[in-house]
């Protein structure tokens, strides 16, 4: 498999937020939102594994800025780390100002995908290389996020996390 990059797995998605689609203060539903990340995240999954994924987990969310009636989101995805069958994915969550077309960061999230074969089995997917410094600090924070999560789930033991244990303790 050969090495892919970051801007392989690339996938924008710009669309705008209807009625339907917001609260009693007409603000986009976070679940509308969510929907609209976890898409976004798959296409570039897929892009970087060019296999069938299946969403493993939603690690974070921050819903930083309300997202008004009206407004024109984009959400903009890649993959930050691929491990042996799993890829994190990093999303960004951008609203055009109406009156400057200035694209203001209003919310981001990070998924986790596992590509599978036509049964749902994990398969390999390729290795993944940063070429910018956001990309490299995503990349190494993925390490880490992955460490945490399998401490909590009890699936790795709290002294095996070596990029954890190198936050708190030094040599």
Same mark, same amino acid.
């Given at each position: 498999?050969?090495?892919?990059?970051?801007?392989?797995?690339?996938?924008?998605?710009?669309?705008?937020?209807?009625?339907?689609?917001?609260?009693?203060?007409?603000?986009?539903?976070?679940?509308?939102?969510?929907?609209?990340?976890?898409?976004?995240?798959?296409?570039?999954?897929?892009?970087? *594994?060019?296999?069938?994924?299946?969403?493993?987990?939603?690690?974070?969310?921050?819903?930083?800025?309300?997202?008004?009636?009206?407004?024109?989101?984009?959400?903009?995805?890649?993959? *930050?780390?691929? +491990? %042996?069958?799993?890829?994190?994915?990093?999303?960004?969550?951008?609203?055009?100002?109406?009156? *400057?077309?200035?694209?203001? %960061?209003?919310?981001?999230?990070?998924?986790?995908?596992?590509?599978?074969?036509?049964?749902?089995?994990?398969?390999?997917?390729?290795?993944? %290389?940063?070429?910018?410094?956001?990309?490299?600090?995503? +990349?190494?924070?993925?390490?880490?996020?992955?460490?945490?999560?399998?401490?909590?789930?009890?699936?790795?033991?709290?002294?095996?996390?070596?990029?954890? %244990?190198?936050?708190? +303790?030094?040599?």
């Amino acid at each position: 498999m050969s090495i892919k990059y970051p801007r392989d797995s690339k996938s924008i998605m710009t669309d705008l937020v209807l009625p339907s689609e917001t609260n009693p203060i007409n603000n986009l539903f976070g679940g509308e939102l969510l929907a609209r990340m976890d898409r976004a995240a798959s296409i570039a999954a897929r892009r970087h *594994s060019r296999r069938i994924v299946v969403t493993a987990s939603v690690n974070h969310v921050a819903f930083n800025r309300a997202i008004p009636l009206g407004s024109v989101v984009t959400v903009e995805a890649k993959v *930050s780390r691929a +491990f %042996k069958t799993s890829m994190e994915v990093y999303i960004d969550v951008w609203i055009e100002d109406r009156e *400057s077309g200035e694209c203001i %960061k209003a919310n981001e999230a990070i998924y986790t995908f596992v590509a599978v074969d036509e049964s749902g089995r994990p398969v390999k997917v390729p290795e993944l %290389k940063p070429e910018t410094e956001e990309e490299t600090l995503r +990349f190494d924070g993925a390490l880490r996020r992955k460490q945490l999560s399998l401490v909590l789930a009890g699936k790795m033991k709290p002294n095996d996390a070596t990029e954890l %244990k190198a936050l708190f +303790f030094k040599d």
